[in-house]
């Protein structure tokens, strides 16, 4: 495999430290392309070892957190992200709905607080929230909060106001995906560019709210695409808090519905590559459990994943059963994690 890499040309000064003076010359990148793409090439037992090694030093590798997902606002995105099942353009069955009641949305949270969640995440099918919007979802924020739950929401792209009303607001994660290597991105997405996630990540950073940024893997990307995803979350400054690793659902009636299987092994071994690269990072093995068996799930747990989602849904495909998540930790010795303050704190 090719190790002449260049890493792309994304402006990434907002997502900076603000107490680097602006004349200062730019930090040197972390990683480079090649660097992550060399850690991809190690012999697979040595590659989870080092992932080990890092994690132990950092985690106690028997405890895994739990987050649990809502669709507060499905279907009929403007969009056209091609693996998404929420697309208008995608020809998948889901059906759009308005934003949810914040009794509903109440009533989610308190379930996946019983169930053992410690982090509830709403997602909204939109490419960004409008202003209408706002208070809705700022009184969600306010409400799973006063239940004792971690609050994460995941609305499209954000204006720096608008990150701030939810910071106010208490909100403790943004999610917004950074999803593939620049050099793939636009054989996906053509709605958005990457630069608009990139600039949504820095609003999200200014604004102190902890950053929850990933990717999806199995889109038909290379094993040097995925070494650039990688990288690019990496390089982030600082790396995100919570780390995605999604693998892709192939929802018919989507453009990526076809696309071929990734090897179960190179699934792992992104896993272990992304936490090798950020120490600190929960690192989440996201969606595509339930097309997984229970060897591979332990594999990525080994590997360095310490979250999932947890509950019987994702946004609009199926992820695997609590009850068989908790006969899976009980078999592998696992403990669900107590809530926990953010890896590092936001600039
Ligand atoms: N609309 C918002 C956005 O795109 O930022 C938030 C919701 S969107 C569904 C959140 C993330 O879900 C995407 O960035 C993508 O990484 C992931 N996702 C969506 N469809 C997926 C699929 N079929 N398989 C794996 N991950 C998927
Ligand atoms: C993320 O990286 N994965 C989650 C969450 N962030 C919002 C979403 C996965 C969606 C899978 C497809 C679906 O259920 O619609
Ligand atoms: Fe819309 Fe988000 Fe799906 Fe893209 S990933 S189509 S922005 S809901």
């Given at each position: 495999?090719?190790?002449?890499?260049?890493?792309?040309?994304?402006?990434?000064?907002?997502?900076?430290?603000?107490?680097?003076?602006?004349?200062?010359?730019?930090?040197?990148?972390?990683?480079?392309?090649?660097?992550?793409?060399?850690?991809?090439?190690l012999?697979?037992?040595?590659?989870?070892?080092?992932?080990?090694?890092?994690?132990?030093?950092?985690?106690?590798?028997?405890?895994?957190?739990?987050?649990?997902l809502?669709?507060?606002?499905?279907?009929?995105?403007?969009?056209?992200?091609?693996?998404?099942?929420?697309?208008?353009?995608?020809?998948?069955g889901?059906?759009?709905?308005?934003?949810?009641?914040?009794?509903?949305?109440?009533?989610?949270?308190?379930?996946?607080?019983?169930?053992?969640?410690?982090?509830?995440?709403?997602?909204?099918?939109?490419?960004s929230?409008?202003?209408?919007?706002?208070?809705?979802?700022?009184?969600?924020?306010?409400?799973?909060?006063?239940?004792g739950?971690?609050?994460?929401?995941?609305?499209?792209?954000?204006q720096?106001?608008?990150?701030?009303?939810?910071?106010?607001?208490?909100?403790?994660?943004?999610?917004?995906?950074?999803?593939?290597?620049?050099?793939?991105?636009?054989?996906?997405?053509?709605?958005?560019?990457?630069?608009?996630?990139?600039?949504?990540?820095?609003?999200?950073?200014q604004?102190?709210?902890?950053?929850?940024?990933?990717?999806?893997?199995?889109?038909?990307?290379?094993?040097?695409?995925?070494?650039?995803?990688?990288?690019?979350?990496?390089?982030?400054?600082?790396?995100?808090?919570?780390?995605?690793?999604n693998?892709?659902?192939?929802?018919?009636?989507?453009?990526?519905?076809?696309?071929?299987?990734?090897?179960?092994?190179?699934?792992?071994?992104?896993?272990?590559?992304?936490?090798?690269?950020?120490?600190?990072?929960?690192?989440?093995?996201?969606?595509?459990?339930?097309?997984?068996?229970?060897?591979?799930?332990?594999?990525?747990?080994?590997?360095?994943?310490?979250?999932?989602?947890?509950?019987?849904?994702?946004?609009?495909?199926?992820?695997?059963?609590?009850?068989?998540?908790?006969?899976?930790?009980?078999?592998?010795?696992?403990?669900?994690?107590?809530?926990?303050?953010?890896?590092?704190?936001?600039?």
């Amino acid at each position: 495999m090719t190790t002449a890499a260049t890493i792309a040309t994304i402006d990434v000064s907002s997502l900076r430290r603000t107490s680097v003076p602006s004349n200062a010359p730019p930090a040197p990148l972390r990683w480079s392309v090649a660097d992550v793409a060399a850690l991809y090439e190690l012999p697979f037992m040595d590659l989870l070892f080092q992932a080990q090694q890092v994690h132990r030093a950092h985690f106690d590798a028997s405890e895994v957190q739990l987050s649990t997902l809502l669709s507060i606002k499905t279907g009929g995105c403007a969009e056209d992200c091609g693996y998404c099942p929420q697309a208008a353009s995608a020809d998948s069955g889901v059906e759009a709905t308005k934003l949810m009641p914040l009794n509903e949305v109440m009533a989610a949270a308190q379930a996946a607080r019983d169930q053992g969640a410690t982090r509830f995440c709403m997602g909204a099918a939109w490419r960004s929230p409008k202003e209408r919007d706002m208070d809705c979802v700022t009184e969600m924020v306010r409400g799973v909060r006063s239940l004792g739950l971690e609050t994460c929401m995941t609305l499209g792209m954000l204006q720096a106001s608008q990150a701030q009303a939810l910071k106010d607001a208490g909100l403790d994660y943004y999610n917004h995906n950074l999803d593939s290597a620049p050099e793939f991105y636009g054989s996906v997405i053509t709605t958005r560019t990457y630069q608009d996630r990139l600039d949504t990540l820095g609003h999200v950073r200014q604004a102190g709210i902890n950053v929850c940024c990933g990717g999806i893997v199995g889109m038909g990307e290379s094993r040097l695409e995925r070494a650039g995803l990688i990288a690019q979350l990496a390089n982030l400054e600082p790396y995100p808090e919570s780390v995605p690793i999604n693998n892709l659902v192939p929802v018919p009636g989507t453009p990526l519905a076809d696309t071929p299987l990734l090897d179960p092994f190179e699934f792992v071994r992104t896993i272990a590559v992304a936490r090798i690269t950020m120490p600190l990072a929960m690192v989440r093995l996201s969606a595509g459990r339930e097309q997984m068996d229970e060897s591979q799930q332990a594999l990525c747990l080994l590997a360095g994943a310490n979250s999932i989602f947890y509950g019987d849904k994702l946004l609009t495909t199926s992820n695997p059963q609590a009850d068989r998540d908790r006969q899976l930790f009980d078999r592998l010795g696992i403990k669900a994690q107590g809530a926990r303050p953010a890896a590092h704190p936001a600039p």
